[in-house]
């Protein structure tokens, strides 16, 4: 209908508002007429002169178009940032060449000028997946996705097209001929028309998006009914469902989880993994596993190892394995003590080691003051001995377990300290005669 000029355009719609079926023979009409021009022969090309803007090829049925003057333009839709396959801003321009049945799609700065990229056929014959999806995080943009096999002159390595749309923009500029419809619905309905066939890839239904990494590279897996696509830095991957054979977890933590594809390839299966996804995305992409009827045996056993970790049962997983080179980690996950570093932590014990300074302020003054004579006098005790040998005696040595250095038998032996022991017995909760079994007091 954009072809049409703007006030025939213009009868059409009023006509279609108070007749809202008559848009599929209107359609239907403008299609036929469109291909009745396409198959009519030219008068300037039985006059062997080429079409304006199109210059012939000597010897060869190929044409290097300089411009889209003189070509029957359909839909175009201005100033879009194209993504891919290289960064710029044109027009996308929906046509048909004369003297050619088959629509063109050309990304351009006008149609003067001469295209930067045409896909001369966009039918399924060149054209292998075509779709709108939504830009993450950004609800005002949508992006044209097109992979195909050829361009004009195979030109930027037949790269896939990515196109950002202004869906807010072209939907109030569209807003007239939309008729309540969504303009993804309006485009993919158009185009339709002259055999170019685009998926509705916006999220709803069946169809979501996770983020996810490829290698080191981040984008996003879209989940459509009949796709997978990671996209959109190079390379952009589209897999068909058919192809796919399994989709199976690993390196799963407790915040993220990869994710690795089975894809039949030419007879054999390649794996295609990505990382780093956020386990809240794991129902969602479980409920397509199972809707799609994938293969989930690789995925009941990284779903046990999931469910053993949260049980801290044997062989939780990485998780656990990381946990265990931390010190301590291995005590946390196994739930257990080791009796061996038990052993060795009641080897080196000594009295004194708790944080606890082991004093008691419950008393009066006088008594702290006693304490503080009682000291005094061990300390002076200490001092006589030290200064009347140079060598002092084996069992005089402080060693571990007697780190004060008392013995029952010594005539120096004071009862105060005898209750200060007493007093440390009750505040940390062991036994002398305990502590004495294992010979760790001589008393």
Do not use: W
């Not at 108070?18 to 469109?34: A, C, G, M, Q, W």
């Not at 796709?227 to 469902?241: C, E, N, T």
């Not at 989880?257 to 969602?284: H, P, R």
């Amino acid at each position: 209908m954009q072809s049409l000029p703007k006030d025939i355009q213009k009868d059409i719609r009023k006509v279609i508002l108070d007749f809202p079926d008559s848009e599929r023979v209107f359609n239907t009409l403008i299609k036929y007429y469109t291909d009745l021009i396409v198959k009519e022969p030219d008068q300037k090309r039985k006059q062997n002169e080429p079409p304006k803007g199109i210059t012939q090829v000597a010897k060869s049925n190929n044409t290097a178009v300089t411009s889209l003057e003189g070509t029957n333009i359909m839909l175009q839709l201005p100033d879009l940032s194209v993504q891919s396959p290289f960064r710029k801003k044109l027009n996308l321009v929906f046509g048909a060449f004369p003297g050619e049945k088959r629509a063109y799609l050309a990304l351009t700065k006008s149609i003067e000028s001469k295209p930067e990229l045409i896909l001369r056929d966009i039918t399924k014959d060149n054209v292998n997946f075509a779709a709108i999806l939504d830009v993450p995080e950004k609800k005002q943009l949508k992006q044209l996705l097109i992979t195909y096999n050829h361009n004009d002159g195979d030109s930027h390595k037949n790269d896939p097209i990515l196109v950002q749309l202004p869906y807010e923009q072209l939907t109030e500029q569209f807003n007239p001929i939309l008729e309540g419809k969504s303009l993804v619905k309006y485009l993919t309905t158009q185009l339709s028309l002259v055999n170019f066939n685009i998926l509705d890839g916006c999220i709803g239904g069946n169809t979501f998006m996770i983020q996810a990494y490829k290698g080191s590279k981040e984008g996003y897996l879209y989940f459509l009914p009949d796709h997978v696509i990671f996209g959109f830095r190079k390379p952009i991957l589209i897999f068909d469902s058919v192809d796919i054979e399994s989709i199976t977890y690993s390196s799963i933590t407790r915040l993220t989880f990869n994710v690795s594809l089975g894809v039949n390839t030419n007879g054999k299966t390649d794996t295609f993994e990505f990382s780093m996804i956020d386990q809240k995305e794991f129902e969602t992409i479980d409920k397509y596993n199972k809707m799609k009827n994938f293969s989930d045996k690789s995925m009941a056993d990284e779903l046990k190892a999931q469910k053993q970790l949260k049980n801290n049962t044997e062989n939780p997983g990485n998780l656990v394995e990381a946990a265990k080179m931390v010190p301590g980690g291995k005590q946390i996950i196994d739930g257990v003590d080791n009796e061996e570093d038990d052993e060795e932590d009641d080897a080196n014990y000594q009295i004194g080691d708790s944080d606890d300074d082991h004093s008691d302020n419950s008393g009066d003054e006088k008594d702290l003051e006693d304490n503080d004579d009682d000291e005094a006098d061990v300390n002076r005790s200490t001092d006589n001995s030290n200064s009347n040998t140079s060598s002092p005696a084996q069992s005089e040595i402080i060693t571990p377990g007697t780190g004060i250095g008392i013995n029952t038998g010594s005539s120096n032996f004071n009862e105060d300290l005898q209750q200060e022991l007493l007093d440390l017995q009750r505040d940390l909760n062991f036994d002398i005669d305990e502590l004495q079994s294992a010979g760790y007091m001589n008393i």
